[in-house]
Nanobody, 123 residues
Framework: QVHLVEFGGGSVQAGGTLTLSCAAS????????MAWFRQAPGKEREGVAG????????FYADSVKGRFTISQDNAKNTVHLQMNNLKPEDTAMYYC????????????????WGQGTQVSVSS
């Protein structure tokens, strides 16, 4: 069993910076990819960023490209999402996800999910 916990959410003004973290615990040796998703009221869930832990290959949604950066620690049990130049449209619940498959699985339908952390950006 892999347990995911997100932290680092909060309220910031537009243009600010916030960093989210996701810590994985339990059996993580086969945890090959991790990703961040977000969902705002009335909108579909969006894959924000993901990383293949073996070779650091990444993906980003067009809406955050150039502003957000995903990274992992040395133990491959924690990922971070640095969010720069935040905009009100970034307001959403952000979820961490993980899987033992290829990166495309983490991009579209990962099997392990955290409970989410709220990010609110005011104008």
């Amino acid at each position: 069993q892999v347990h995911l916990v997100e932290f680092g959410g909060g309220s910031v003004q537009a243009g600010g910076t916030l960093t989210l973290s996701c810590a994985a615990s339990g059996y993580t040796n086969d945890n090959n990819c991790m990703a961040w998703f977000r969902q705002a009221p009335g909108k579909e869930r969006e894959g924000v960023a993901g990383i293949y832990l073996i070779d650091n290959t990444t993906f980003y949604a067009d809406s955050v490209k150039g502003r957000f950066t995903i990274s992992q620690d040395n133990a491959k049990n924690t990922v971070h999402l640095q969010m720069n130049n935040l905009k009100p449209e970034d307001t959403a619940m952000y979820y961490c996800a993980a899987d033992n498959g290829p990166l495309r699985i983490c991009r579209y339908h990962p099997r392990n999910w955290g409970q989410g952390t709220q990010v609110s950006v005011s104008s």
